[in-house]
């Protein structure tokens, strides 16, 4: 794989000034996500099952776990999972928080097993059972499926009245990132997502949106609510298969956001690091998770974005910002500052980052040549962008045990068995000599002309002699 040139590459550090602010570039990038999945919980399952302070410690405990498992050679932030909403909601109707982070638990646990396996065997096996016809489009659904969050947050959903000053906000926020993003030079071209999110809510606090009681009620300092393993809860298998099934479906994002982040920066982190210890890091940073009462973790294709947009892959940055978000969940004014931060806002930068994320996806299908002249390419790509983004979902109850597998997850079982099973198409043999003998007559033409430009009168005639002669020679039929 050819190395990219960075601004600042994986094992290189900025100067401080410039790391802070970049760390919080990546701080941002991921908030309006990490403390959105436990609002959407708490909302799905009616009580308070997480919540953001913790999100944020967990997220940047094992974004640090991450680091170390794999040998500060990955440039990756994890962040809370969207695949987790609706399987941690239900597992706490069912079973209560117990039920909940034990779930989330045992698919850090599923993590590990697959990474010591592939540790031991290799990762061939999983990549023919996620060939990149599978992980490409699985790439697309993650960012497309975002797309309608960011659409509601400008305003601009179906059935929503219009409001000036959220367009306006959301407007501003978007062109001044696109801006910055293209026409900006030195040290203001890798921060776009930043200065975008800073001017997008100073016109929100000009036009009055900004809501500043929060930030003067809460505390300066004050301790998350963790929810701890044998102290606030014990382990309870009965909605084991709610949320485990998930990991497919997570691995498939964790596999793809690695294969997008090594075509952007030019190296092949499946390789070094290593899937094994990608996957580790991850899968025990979920297991820590669940053992503090936060969010599932997965790698996260916003700050994915970040480092190609900036073209800043240091992964002491991504460090830092971990730090950042474990001090900020100790800060309850800080965290009460951010939490301002209007949806016009975060909606008018994720139309770029989300729609990034969609188009690495593509990335993936045209890197590795994705044939969809096959039509059976053509059938397991289409079958998982409408799954994926159509809503689809099969619920399977059997007694105490329910199993609900949708959008995400059951695309990406389907791509995977319809990959498995269907049949490659097979050229006839009559089609392949028939195209190699045309490639072969456009070549020699070529050299003819080429001929014809460079060389010496008697020289020429022999060789176009010979040339023509092999061109009405009949077609033989090629090995």
């Not at 570039?25 to 991921?30: G, K, P």
């Not at 059972?129 to 509601?152: D, E, F, R, T």
């Not at 930068?349 to 390419?377: R, T």
């Amino acid at each position: 794989m050819n190395r990219r040139k960075m601004a600042y590459d994986i094992d290189e550090m900025p100067p401080m000034r410039e790391s802070i602010i970049l760390a919080f570039q990546h701080l941002f990038a991921m908030f309006g996500a990490t403390i959105l999945v436990p609002i959407l919980v708490n909302a799905a399952a009616g009580k308070e099952v997480l919540t953001i302070p913790v999100a944020l410690v967990s997220s940047g405990i094992g974004t640090l776990i991450y680091i170390l498992c794999t040998k500060g050679k990955s440039p990756v932030y994890l962040g809370s999972s969207f695949a987790f909403i609706v399987p941690v909601a239900a597992a706490y109707t069912k079973a209560g928080i117990a039920g909940a982070m034990t779930g989330i638990m045992a698919v850090g646990l599923i993590y590990i097993i697959v990474a010591i396996i592939i540790k031991f065997v290799g990762k061939d096996w999983l990549e023919k059972l996620l060939p990149p016809v599978v992980i490409g489009p699985m790439i697309m659904i993650i960012g497309l499926g975002l797309a309608p969050s960011a659409i509601s947050q400008i305003g601009l959903a179906s059935g929503t009245d219009l409001d000036w000053k959220v367009i306006l906000v959301a407007a501003i926020s978007f062109l001044t990132t696109a801006i910055v993003m293209t026409k900006a030079k030195g040290f203001f071209k890798i921060i776009p997502f930043l200065i975008g999110i800073i001017i997008g809510y100073i016109v929100a606090v000009c036009l009055g949106m900004i809501d500043f009681k929060p930030v003067a009620e809460a505390s300066w300092f004050s301790i998350p609510k963790f929810k701890i393993l044998f102290k606030d809860y014990q382990l309870n298998f009965s909605a084991l298969m709610t949320i485990a099934p998930i990991a497919l479906v997570t691995m498939c994002e964790h596999i793809g956001d690695h294969t997008s982040l090594s075509n952007i920066i030019g190296r092949d982190l499946i390789k070094e690091p290593g899937l094994d210890r990608t996957l580790l890091g991850d899968g025990i940073a979920t297991l820590v998770a669940g053992l503090l009462g936060g969010p599932a973790n997965t790698t996260y294709g916003e700050n994915t974005s970040v480092v190609g947009m900036t073209k800043v892959a240091s992964v002491k940055v991504i460090g830092l910002a971990a730090i950042f978000a474990i001090i900020i969940g100790f800060l309850g004014k800080f965290t009460a500052l951010v939490s301002t931060i209007p949806n016009a806002v975060l909606g008018g930068v994720s139309l770029l980052l989300y729609g990034f994320i969609a188009v690495n996806g593509l990335k993936v299908l045209i890197k590795n040549q994705v044939n969809f002249e096959d039509p059976k390419n053509v059938i397991v790509a289409s079958s998982m962008l409408v799954l994926g983004l159509g809503g689809a979902a099969v619920s399977i109850v059997s007694g105490d045990l329910s199993l609900t597998i949708s959008g995400m997850s059951l695309a990406a079982i389907i791509g995977i068995l319809l990959c498995s099973l269907l049949p490659k198409e097979e050229k006839p043999v009559a089609t392949l000599i028939t195209e190699d003998a045309r490639t072969t007559k456009q070549d020699m033409n070529k050299l003819k002309k080429d001929i014809k430009d460079e060389l010496t009168v008697e020289l020429k005639e022999d060789i176009l002699k010979a040339i023509k002669d092999e061109m009405n020679k009949p077609n033989k039929k090629r090995k």
